[in-house]
T-cell receptor, first 111, second 114 residues
Framework: TQLLEQSPQFLSIQEGENLTVYCNSSSVFSSLQWYRQEPGEGPVLLVTVVTGGEVKKLKRLTFQFGDARKDSSLHITAAQPGDTGLYLCAGHRGSNYKLTFGKGTLLTVNP | EAQVTQNPRYLITVTGKKLTVTCSQNMNHEYMSWYRQDPGLGLRQIYYSMNVEVTDKGDVPEGYKVSRKEKRNFPLILESPSPNQTSLYFC?????????????FGQGTRLTVV
């Protein structure tokens, strides 16, 4: 059973559209992170959220941590081809430093 | 430049031939970890280390060994590789803060075991 479920698995949209991807779990996480991975590269950290209900913005990207700290979402406004990549959520539970990843959402933004 | 460096980037080997993938970081991070990434399975943690001489198993440790003799290095050892260890491997380092760690990844090592 996957601890962190990401949806959708694949998403293909046109430049300028808005989109939201989700990261859900039945477990509580002490923190959740979002990474983006491009082909042939390692994942790159985008943001860490640690407080239930927290919202963080990074230019056109908005990240939200659920009130119960079991889920998170990533919203992209006016997507651009440069946003194309695999978006991964990852979380820590309690004081354990073990970092668990979801399987990711593969986003393609077409010009 | 702050970075995590893995070597080699690509490796083809035969079943049973011991190999080591090196990982080095120049950011003085306490935390280091190894992951493998497979289609349909995502990133899975193999081993991690919170500091020198401290290592712990991740989700898929079978068939792998690690050591942390120095803070900057965290090699991954496959004593007797098998074809099911063919995968894309990533090393990561990070600074721990209040119960979580923000990971910085290397560029990956694509391993094929025939």
């Amino acid at each position: 059973t996957q601890l962190l479920e990401q949806s959708p698995q694949f998403l293909s949209i046109q430049e300028g559209e808005n989109l939201t991807v989700y990261c859900n779990s039945s477990s509580v996480f002490s923190s959740l992170q979002w990474y983006r991975q491009e082909p042939g590269e390692g994942p790159v950290l985008l943001v860490t959220v640690v407080t239930g209900g927290e919202v963080k913005k990074l230019k056109r990207l908005t990240f939200q941590f659920g009130d119960a700290r079991k889920d998170s979402s990533l919203h992209i406004t006016a997507a651009q081809p440069g946003d194309t990549g695999l978006y991964l959520c990852a979380g820590h539970r309690g004081s354990n430093y073990k970092l668990t990843f979801g399987k990711g959402t593969l986003l393609t933004v077409n010009p | 430049e702050a970075q995590v460096t893995q070597n080699p980037r690509y490796l083809i080997t035969v079943t049973g031939k011991k190999l080591t993938v090196t990982c080095s970081q120049n950011m003085n991070h306490e935390y280091m970890s190894w992951y493998r990434q497979d289609p349909g399975l995502g990133l899975r943690q193999i081993y991690y280390s919170m500091n020198v001489e401290v290592t712990d198993k991740g989700d898929v440790p079978e068939g792998y060994k690690v050591s942390r003799k120095e803070k900057r290095n965290f090699p991954l050892i496959l004593e007797s590789p098998s074809p099911n260890q063919t995968s894309l491997y990533f090393c990561a380092s990070g600074r721990s803060a209040g119960g979580w760690t923000e990971a910085f990844f290397g560029q990956g090592t694509r391993l094929t075991v025939v």
